[in-house]
């Protein structure tokens, strides 16, 4: 049985400080995790949750020890340095189907992945090519996916209506489902696991296969529906059983959207998602249903 706890946003740091005290008492027992791991995290695919719990597989006594071992992406930080660095203070994600922000991204990885010291490494970035050739055999690549359809609901009601946000939307749905940003969610797997490219193209089928042969480079890929079977296999993995919180949850309730997402719109929204719903049965029938 899975242990995945809902949490309270109030509550939310606490519960952080009380799963660091009781993962240090468990390392300092067994040990902290030796290998080095990758995680893509991919939005609203239950990252937080699970980056929160493969990072405690880490925690040691040694305060200083710790903050050197992990590198987890701040994504807004890389939001406001691609926008300084092009001098683009308006900079629209409608602007291209490939964003600067992930160029820089992929450098940024490179340059994490150059450092001995750190061990675990987690954040919105797409499949780099030179970072799997150069350091496969020091990271283990890990990645969870999700229903695209689900995935692409759950991350426009956060961007909707989370408050503080730098991703806002501020259009509804209806609206949204004809943006190029909208269209783009329907791709993102082909995008961010296929891995960038300069002619743009993440509907063909060529790049659609790309994400599928990209998906056996991962050690560890997961899919939200089956929970167990993840925990499973990264246990087998790494030797560590996960302990998974629901953290950083949609402000809007599932009950809020089911209200508003009609059965037209989810037919919208699922033509949308063709590219990625591909990649994503691929996964379940090849890594995941295959492996249970």
Not at 9 to 14: F, I, L, V
Not at 38 to 59: E, N, P, T
Not at 96 to 125: C, D, T, W
Not at 173 to 197: C, D, F, M, P
């Amino acid at each position: 049985m899975v242990s995945f706890v809902r949490v309270l946003p109030s509550s939310e740091k606490a519960t952080k400080i009380f799963d660091a005290l009781v993962a240090k008492t468990n390392n300092l027992l067994h040990g902290t995790l030796k290998e080095k791991i990758f995680y893509l995290h991919i939005h609203k695919c239950g990252g937080i949750s699970i980056q929160q719990a493969i990072k405690a597989c880490y925690h040691t006594l040694d305060v200083v020890k710790q903050r050197q071992i992990f590198h987890i992406l701040n994504s807004r930080a890389s939001f406001n340095a691609v926008q300084t660095a092009v001098n683009q203070t308006n900079f629209s994600f409608d602007k291209a189907v490939i964003s600067p922000e992930m160029e820089f991204r992929e450098k940024l990885l490179l340059y994490y992945m150059y450092q001995e010291h750190i061990n675990f490494i987690a954040g919105h970035f797409s499949f780099n090519a030179a970072a799997y050739q150069y350091f496969s055999d020091k990271y283990a690549f890990v990645t969870v996916l999700r229903d695209p359809v689900e995935r692409w609901i759950s991350l426009y009601f956060y961007n909707r209506y989370n408050k503080g946000g730098h991703r806002n939307i501020d259009t509804e749905i209806t609206e949204h489902l004809k943006s190029a940003r909208g269209q783009r969610q329907g791709h993102a797997y082909v995008e961010w696991i296929g891995g960038l490219n300069k002619e743009r193209d993440y509907t063909s089928e060529e790049a659609i296969n790309r994400a599928k042969e990209n998906l056996h480079k991962f050690s560890v890929v997961g899919c939200l529906e089956y929970q167990e079977n993840f925990v499973s296999r990264f246990e087998d993995q790494f030797g560590r059983r996960l302990i998974i919180r629901k953290l950083n949850q949609n402000p809007k309730s599932k009950i809020d959207r089911n209200s508003i997402i009609t059965k037209e719109i989810k037919e919208e929204i699922r033509e949308i998602c063709k590219p990625d719903v591909e990649v994503y049965q691929y996964a379940v029938d090849n890594l995941v249903k295959a492996k249970t």
